[in-house]
């Protein structure tokens, strides 16, 4: 794993008109960084990321398995307890689920370490299943970077086959918050994936979701919506008065309830208790538990709900080393063992596995400036190249 100098291409402005991204003069698109690179084996992808990736992936599967027979799981979560039935019906039923990204840090040499599982969701979708593909091949066209390398891209057609599979009948609704430019972007190149699967499609804010005499949820025209891909966090639904209607609408949603057990950091200190010693695991426990005290002196703490890195505290070696403050805790939180993202030329990266429908589907690179990935990160591309 190496980070690699690259020259900007010279039609960027019109490449981000093309592909819907504002471009600044001077500074190139906003959170894109194409100035550099991350070169990897084909080994490195397929031994040290797509494998440990399919392994946690059927690991998490194993725990939603225990769910079912161990209700504490939930309590120990903090999902409400009266969606625990619903949470587990939707695993007992296998509802399908679309996809998530697992973060690990990296450098190349060690075992990838899992940091936390984005399985509910995530974004800068589009860049790394489209737009990073879009590089690599007017990259190799200009001469910027060697003729034979590949990239580690299979997210569109994973996703447009996972779509084809999914047995939706009827619309299929896709819902976000209509402000939040990334989740839009991210619902929009969801639904053209879904409509190349050949899939009808209709998009609606979230505040525009009705709900009729019987509870069923309804859209503008009033009709019924059967399926809804909504990119907004399940606690967060399972927190507000639409979350009372869930179980009587009938509705089947991706991501499927089942997600919330995999998208809480709880996630961590679980995995740690059933696959202790797994290579690609750090040491986790939550946030009071005994056994936690093995980890005083290096340790990261983490709310079992957050996003974009808020709330997150490092001590390294007994002190305080960075901490973020934010919005989150408190609905408690976990201790994981401090692994430092790897520093390449004063940058961090975070390396990004994503799954669709359980299966490795490519690979992203966010680098920031700190040793947690926050929202001013920048996606960067990468190469495999033996």
């Given amino acids: 794993m190496h980070r690699t100098s690259v020259i900007q291409r010279p039609d960027l402005q019109e490449t981000a008109l093309e592909h819907g991204f504002e471009y600044r003069a001077g500074d190139g698109i906003p959170y894109w960084d194409e100035t550099v690179y991350y070169r990897f084996t084909l080994r490195q992808i397929e031994e040290d990321i797509e494998l440990p990736a399919a392994e ?5 599967f194993q725990l939603l398995d225990r ?6 799981l939930y309590h120990r979560l903090c999902i409400p307890e009266a969606y625990w039935d619903y949470v587990a019906d939707s695993w007992r039923n296998r509802d399908k689920d679309l ?12 075992k990838a370490k899992l940091l936390e599982y984005n399985a509910d969701t995530p974004t800068t979708l589009y860049e790394s299943a489209i737009f990073q593909w879009v590089w690599l091949e007017q990259a190799i066209a200009a001469g910027l970077i060697p003729r034979d390398c590949d990239q580690f891209a299979e997210l569109h057609e994973e996703l447009v086959d996972a779509f084809r599979r999914m047995g939706v009948e009827g619309l299929l609704h896709f819902a976000c918050l209509r402000d939040i430019d990334d989740d839009r972007e991210t619902v929009i190149y969801l639904e053209e994936c879904a409509q190349e ?10 505040r525009d979701i009705g709900i009729d005499a019987l509870g069923r949820f ?13 990119l907004y966090p399940w606690e967060w639904v399972m927190d507000e ?8 609408s009938g509705a089947n949603f991706l991501e499927p309830p089942w997600k919330a057990v995999l998208a809480n950091k709880g996630l961590l200190p679980l995995l740690w208790e059933m696959f202790e010693g797994h290579p690609n695991l750090l040491p986790a426990y939550f946030d009071g538990d005994p056994r936690a005290g093995v980890l005083s002196d290096n340790f990261v703490r983490k709310p079992l709900l957050s996003r974009q890195g808020a709330n997150i505290e490092i001590v390294r070696d007994g002190a305080p080393l960075f901490r973020n403050d934010g919005p989150y805790g408190g609905e408690g939180y976990v201790v994981q063992e401090f692994h430092p993202l790897p520093e390449f030329d004063g940058k ?12 490795p589907a490519g690979l992203s690179i966010r680098e920031g400036q700190t040793l947690v990935t926050n929202a001013d990160a920048n996606f960067v591309p990468h190469i495999i190249l033996d």
């Fill in 56 to 60: 946690i992936e059927a690991m998490c």
């Fill in 67 to 72: 769910s079912l027979v161990d209700e504490t």
């Fill in 99 to 110: 996809y998530g990204r697992l973060d690990f840090s990296y450098d190349g040499a060690g």
């Fill in 197 to 206: 699967a050949g899939l009808e499609t209709k998009f609606l804010a979230l």
């Fill in 218 to 230: 309804t859209d503008l025209e009033d009709r019924i919506i059967a399926t809804l891909f909504k």
């Fill in 241 to 248: 008065e639409f979350g009372r209607y869930l179980v009587a």
């Fill in 348 to 359: 961090f990266p975070l390396v990004g596995c994503w799954m669709v429908a359980g299966t």
